[in-house]
T-cell receptor, first 115, second 113 residues
Framework: AQSVSQHNHHVILSEAASLELGCNYS??????LFWYVQYPGQHLQLLLK??????LVKGIKGFEAEFIKSKFSFNLRKPSVQWSDTAEYFC?????????????FGTGTKLQVIP | DTEVTQTPKHLVMGMTNKKSLKCEQH?????MYWYKQKAKKPPELMFV???????INESVPSRFSPECPNSSLLNLHLHALQPEDSALYLC????????????FGPGTRLTVL
């Protein structure tokens, strides 16, 4: 069965610091990859996605992620974080499950940005 | 309309009650999903409906009964739940069940006493 690992459970950064959140998955087949964000008290929102093509994908709010197939990784980056980026970030992997697409989420990383 | 709505926002029920959670979308999506999210845990897939037919049931206990009356609506009927079923129940939809991003609703916070 596929699994998704997010190694950082809680990250604390000062404003303007650079961010990189790790995501690794275990699945040998074709995958589609996502990063979702959940702001305090709000619902899950899509930050960015990778289906095919350029492995460096850009999302909303200045976020980007790089798919490295050989490392089974899809790390999220942002060059300069803001206080408003305080949220929980989930990596998710979509795989084929008996002809249907199934999404498995990582355990999440809570990001706290200090002004 | 680009959102998924869920009602109620909060629900408290006893172990002998019968209640239903509702989810609605008007984006023309043909795949709809139920997830369960416990505190400080990621969402876990429960059910997938594709073109109003149940396509995935992730070994969910029968006290949870999904229903998809039409392409815009998804219900989750609850009966004889246990306190450990208390969680945030998320609904999501996607264009279809094939390689498409999922749009999530705000969830229903369920407490079982």
């Amino acid at each position: 069965a596929q699994s998704v690992s997010q190694h950082n459970h809680h990250v604390i950064l000062s404003e303007a610091a650079s961010l990189e959140l790790g995501c690794n998955y275990s699945y040998g087949g074709t995958v589609n990859l996502f990063w979702y964000v959940q702001y305090p008290g709000q619902h899950l929102q899509l930050l960015l996605k990778y289906f095919s093509g350029d492995p460096l994908v850009k999302g909303i709010k200045g976020f980007e992620a790089e798919f490295i197939k050989s490392k089974f990784s899809f790390n999220l980056r942002k060059p300069s974080v803001q206080w408003s980026d305080t949220a929980e970030y989930f990596c998710a992997v979509m795989t084929d499950s008996g002809g249907y697409q199934k999404v498995t989420f990582g355990t999440g990383t809570k990001l706290q940005v200090i002004p | 309309d680009t959102e998924v709505t869920q009602t109620p926002k909060h629900l408290v029920m006893g172990m002998t009650n019968k209640k239903s959670l509702k989810c609605e979308q008007h984006m023309g999506h043909r795949a709809m999903y139920w997830y369960k999210q416990k505190a400080k845990k990621p969402p876990e897939l429960m059910f997938v409906y594709s073109y109003e037919k149940l396509s995935i049931n992730e070994s969910v206990p029968s006290r949870f009964s999904p229903e998809c009356p039409n392409s815009s609506l998804l219900n989750l009927h609850l009966h004889a739940l246990q306190p450990e079923d208390s969680a945030l129940y998320l609904c999501a939809s996607s264009l279809n069940s094939d390689h498409n991003e999922q749009f999530f609703g705000p969830g229903t916070r369920l407490t079982v006493l």
